[in-house]
């Protein structure tokens, strides 16, 4: 079994400019969640999708990051435009129903600079 | 406050010796996670509690509902137990995990 799988795993890019991470979480997991990890600080939740649908999406800032899982399947995370601030750790995690365990991925390491 | 407070925030040890890691929360909870983070790796879930106590090798999780606290031990800690753990709860009906800020483990040989 593969695991959560994210790509990429590092990526420097300049302030106002967009940006994407791609998540393919374990096959036949239903829940997936995105995650913005700071330094030094826990993981927060940014969104929480059931199959192909969003059903927390309160911490995400929605007028800069966008995320979509077509097909209930992969889903991506996009800033635009990045600030310096969204420099973090995005980790995606996949769980077989919300009531189970997660599996994590080894996130993406997004410096803006 | 935040609702879920780890201690110690670091951590250093010589190998071999019994770590012990704390978790107190502040809100009803289904579950407790212990997680394990290494350095530039992701995230690893170690145990998955809602009563009792839980053992996987050298690590042993338990946790009091009544005084909303958990642990985490080690018993003969080793280098590569170094690591970053994490404490997640997930809130009564709020289907998401909330996690504690951390706690860096270092073992020395």
């Known amino acids: 079994e593969a695991g959560v799988v994210q790509s990429p795993r590092y990526k420097i890019i300049e302030k106002k400019q967009p940006v994407a991470f791609w998540c393919n979480p374990i096959?036949?997991?239903?829940?997936l969640y995105w995650y913005r990890q700071n330094l030094g600080q826990g993981p927060e939740l940014l969104i929480r999708?059931?199959?192909?649908?969003?059903?927390?999406d309160s911490q995400l800032p929605k007028d800069r990051f966008s995320a979509e899982r077509l097909k209930g399947v992969d889903s991506t995370l996009k800033i635009q435009p990045a600030e310096l601030g969204d420099s973090a750790v995005y980790l995606c995690?996949?769980?077989?129903?919300?009531?189970?365990?997660?599996?994590f991925g080894s996130g993406t390491r997004l410096t803006v600079v | 406050k935040n609702e879920v407070e780890q201690s110690p925030q670091n951590l250093t040890a010589q190998e071999g010796e019994f770590i012990t890691i704390n978790c107190s929360y502040s809100?009803?909870?289904?579950?407790l996670h212990w997680l394990q983070q290494h350095p530039g790796g992701g995230i690893v879930s170690l145990f998955m509690l809602s009563s009792g106590k839980k053992k996987h090798g050298r690590l042993i999780a338990t946790i009091n509902i009544q005084e909303k606290h958990s642990s985490l031990h080690i018993t003969a800690s080793h280098p590569r137990d170094s690591a970053v753990y994490i404490c997640?709860?997930?809130?009564?009906?709020?289907?998401?995990?909330?996690f504690g800020q951390g706690t860096r483990l270092t073992i020395n040989p």
């Open positions: 997640a709860v997930k809130i009564q009906g709020a289907q998401k995990l909330v």
């Open positions: 999708y059931e199959n192909e649908e969003a059903v927390d």
């Open positions: 995690a996949s769980s077989l129903d919300v009531g189970y365990g997660y599996t």
């Open positions: 809100v009803g909870i289904s579950a």
């Open positions: 096959s036949g997991h239903n829940t």
